[in-house]
Structures are given as C-alpha cells and as structure tokens.
C-alpha cells in the first residue's frame, strides 16, 4: 500500500500528471499501515494551500500509480493541518462515496531552522527465533515519544532475512525527524521479525535518547549496546534476561556544511555587451543565460543546506555607479553593509537588476573575491566552534589575469573553514582554472607553499548544457562533502563539538 501526496488544485485527474506530487513508501500486505517518509510542505501563512491525498494498492512492477488499485483520497489545507497539529480525514472513493470505514491521519511538526544529520549503524545479536523453519527475518522500527506521549515513527530498517545477529545498512535522518532537535526525547526501538502476510512477530523493544547515544559513541572505535526485552517473556518467566541485544556501532553527525553559500559573478567586458544576443549576459525573454543556468542548478542544491536561505552576492570586474570605478568585489544588490539576497531567486532578481546599472570592464581578478569570503572563515576557525564552512561559488568567462594572487589566496583559504566552487561559462580557455582544481597535482603559491587541502571543483558549464541541471549540481557539488571532512578532521574537530584554537604549523603563504 501507498500514499500519495499533491498540492491541489494543480493535479490533474491522473495523479501522475502533477509536477509536485510526493510519496510515501509502500507497505505491503498492511490495512493500517504507517508510514515512516517525511513529506515536507512550506506553509505561508496569508496563502491558502489546498492538499489533496491519495492512497493505492500498490501493483508490483507497477511503475506509476495508474497502474495501481486506488483505494481512496482525502482534502483539507495545510493550515488546517498545523493548526490541529493532527486531522484524521474519511478515505473517499472517485463517486464521493465513503471507502468503507477507511480513514487517513495526518500529523504536522514545525520544521526548526537546523539543518543537522545524524548517521546512524546498529546491528543485533542472538535474537529470539520466531520463525519454525527457518530463522527470524528481522527489522527494526525506531519511534520518537510526542509531547501527548503518542510514539510517532521516524524510522523503519530494511529486513533482513533469515539472520539472528543482523546488520542493518547505515541509514541518515535529520535531527529534527529523529528527535524534534530535543537530545533528550524520549526514543523506542522497536525490533520485528518480518511475516509476508503483514502480521510481523513481535521480538523485543527497547529505549534511548540521542543525547545518551552521542555520549555512548564518542571514543573512536566504541559502541553502545542495549538488553532487546520481551515485557511479557520479562513478566512470565523467571530466568529471562533478554531476547538478544542490540549494538549502536555509529553515530555521527552530519555537519550542517553550506551555512554560508557565497555567490560571485564575473562582469568584466570579455562576456560581450549584454545587449547583444552574444552576450553571456545577454537577458532573452525566451531563455536564460549561462550565468542564470548555473546560478539556478547550483544555487538550487546549496540553499537546501543553508539555515537561513541568504545568500551573500557579489560581482567582480565592473564599473560601478556612483563614480564607475572598476570593483572586484561589490554587492549586485548594490548595499556594501548586506550584501545578502533572499534565497537564491533573490541572487536571480539582483543580478537582473544590477547588470544595467553597471559597465562590464575587467581585468578577471579573483584574488579580491577569495580573500573576502576568506576573511569571515578565518574568524570562524578563530572562534574555536566548527558550526559554518563557507563555500563560494564563482561564475566566469575565462582565463584568471591575476593567478599569482589567486593561487596564494587559495592556499590561504586551504587552512580555512571553505571550498570554492568554479563554473566556466562560454568557449574560453579554462586551462588555468583547472590548475587551480588541484585534480592534477597538489596546487602551490608562487613561493612554493602546497595548499593544505584540495578546496577547488572547476566545471565548465559547456559540458553540461545540453543536460538536465541537476546533472551540473551534482558534479560540482561531488566534492564538497569531502572537503568538509577532511577540514575538521585536520583540525582535530568532533562534529558539532568545541574546540581549543590552535595555530596552524604549516608555513604561511
């Protein structure tokens, strides 16, 4: 069985045919299933935001829900939903008719501003065989206890099949499906052994906080164990002392890395006048730019890890107003104290703004820009907490004037808090641009001091623009996560934890 969800009215008559609709996993051979996925909605509240949810038998090998049994829908709006934080609705059938006596709840929670992760890996041992023939095929369920006390799951394991002393895939959530970012919630484990019919043996429960699971984890290489009770085994019988363990072998948490996304735009004279159509700035009505193809692709992606969805903007290589004196670092919203811009289509509407004011010139400097975005890490890594790694992303034509800058503000930001990604838009040369990627060979300032660390993707957009745009995010953003590992293992970091500030040792460039 599953369920599907649609913002209404914009579905069409075939589910299918709805741009945004989402869905839940599919729970077989189950007349009161619950369902683990998290399906997050924005609320506004000055709209009203119709939902409409639909549920199916789910056909297997069925590859869309056309081809599955519907067994019935519901409507109501989002504000209904929060403001009851629960509304159990009648399934009805196509006619208007009740389906019988089924019913859907809904639940809503507020979405706190974190955008922490936790990985999670547990495996079992011994556990009771409930199964005559064979051995138990186990999963486990983890719960979350609500402020009413109901359990609400937040997680359901794969089975494992025929297997006593399972391991189950490592698996991430969010802090704030897990525990609603309270540490000390209240969490249940729930451990099944899986029966095709939809009626799984119960085998044994226990509980736990993550506050209790971080501090049970936090030496390299230790694990947590809990006793898996039965309570009616415990109750019965005399000599019980469990129905296996369960181990926590990994917690970790998943740093909320793109707290700060910085954007810069290269406006120097080589993109040709934007007036004209062979301009790489040129704004057509009947298509966007290179430059508006990946700042959407990539900006996309970065403001979904980004707390606040602001994103400081800037340009380099333009004269600007009021005197027209070339700048390489200005805000495009044009307000040197903020130069933030409301989530990444407020980057979209400065820069349409921005370009007619000012005059593309150049020299392509990168230098400044770095050194910029550089400063605040550098006060970030000082601060002795690792809560932001700044990454910037930096569109350009071509070929960089001032490399030897370059080069030593990049080994610079190699020791700090940051990456850097950068597109090449256009037909130009990008060979030094991949000199700066370090793909080939570890990047070095003109005095010979090595880069600390790989902090630079170069893509060229040109081999992405005949793909969809999630391909061009994915590539430039393959890196990043690495990079981030890699910056606080280097500087001794525990995720999400304090540090003492010590100076780096390797020679300033």
Not at 105 to 120: F, K
Not at 289 to 316: E, M, T, W
Not at 395 to 401: K, N, P
Request: net charge negative.
């Amino acid at each position: 069985m599953g369920l599907k969800l649609c913002p209404f009215p914009q579905c069409l008559p075939f589910i299918s045919s709805c741009p945004q609709m989402e869905h839940t996993e599919v729970i077989r051979s189950c007349s009161s299933p619950v369902f683990s996925r998290v399906l997050a909605l924005e609320y506004f509240f000055e709209e009203k935001q119709p939902l409409q949810f639909h549920v199916f038998d789910a056909e297997d090998g069925a590859t869309s829900p056309t081809n599955d049994t519907f067994l019935g829908s519901a409507e109501c709006t989002l504000g209904q939903i929060v403001s009851q934080t629960k509304v159990t609705k009648p399934l009805l059938l196509k006619n208007g008719k009740n389906a019988g006596k089924s019913t859907i709840t809904i639940v809503a929670e507020e979405v706190s501003g974190t955008n922490d992760y936790v990985q999670l890996t547990f495996r079992a041992q011994k556990l009771d065989n409930k199964d005559l023939f064979s051995k138990s095929d186990p999963f486990m369920e983890i719960y979350k206890t609500n402020g009413d006390q109901s359990d609400q799951l937040v997680w359901r394991t794969e089975v494992v099949k025929n297997n006593l002393s399972p391991s189950w895939e490592p698996f991430r959530l969010s802090l704030h499906s897990l525990c609603s970012c309270d540490i000390h919630r209240p969490l249940k484990f729930m451990i099944y052994d899986y029966d095709s019919n939809g009626k799984h043996d119960f085998i044994g429960e226990f509980t736990s906080t993550f506050n209790e699971m971080q501090e049970g984890t936090t030496g390299t290489g230790q694990e947590m164990q809990w006793d898996c009770i039965n309570p009616k085994y415990r109750d019965k019988k005399k000599n019980y002392k469990n129905s296996g363990t369960v181990t926590l072998t990994q917690c970790t948490n998943i740093y909320s890395f793109l707290d700060t996304p910085q954007v810069a735009i290269d406006f120097t004279a080589s993109n040709g006048d934007p007036r004209s159509s062979q301009s790489l700035h040129c704004l057509s009505p009947r298509q966007p730019n290179h430059y508006l193809q990946a700042l959407r692709a990539v900006g996309g992606i970065c403001q979904d890890y980004d707390s606040d969805k602001r994103f400081p903007a800037f340009g380099f290589g333009a004269r600007i107003p009021p005197n027209f004196e070339v700048s390489h670092d200005f805000a495009i919203n044009f307000d040197p104290e903020n130069a933030e811009c409301e989530e990444i289509s407020g980057v979209i509407d400065s820069y349409r703004r921005c370009l007619p004011q000012i005059q593309l010139y150049g020299p392509t400097n990168v230098a400044p820009i770095i050194n910029r975005v550089a400063g605040p890490a550098q006060k970030e890594q000082s601060s002795g907490k690792a809560t932001k790694y700044s990454v910037l992303l930096v569109l350009t034509d071509g070929v960089v004037t001032d490399m030897a800058e370059t080069r030593t503000a990049i080994v610079r930001a190699s020791r700090l808090p940051m990456s850097i990604i950068i597109v090449g838009v256009g037909n130009a040369d990008f060979s030094d641009m991949r000199m700066l990627d370090g793909d080939d060979g570890t990047l070095r300032c003109p005095r010979g001091v090595p880069a600390a660390r790989d902090i630079v993707q170069f893509v060229p957009f040109r081999d992405f623009k005949d793909a969809p745009p999630s391909a061009l995010a994915k590539c430039v953003l393959a890196e990043v996560p690495k990079q981030v590992v890699e910056y606080y293992a280097s500087q001794g970091i525990a995720p999400g934890a304090p540090r003492s500030c010590t100076p780096a040792t390797t020679p300033s460039p």
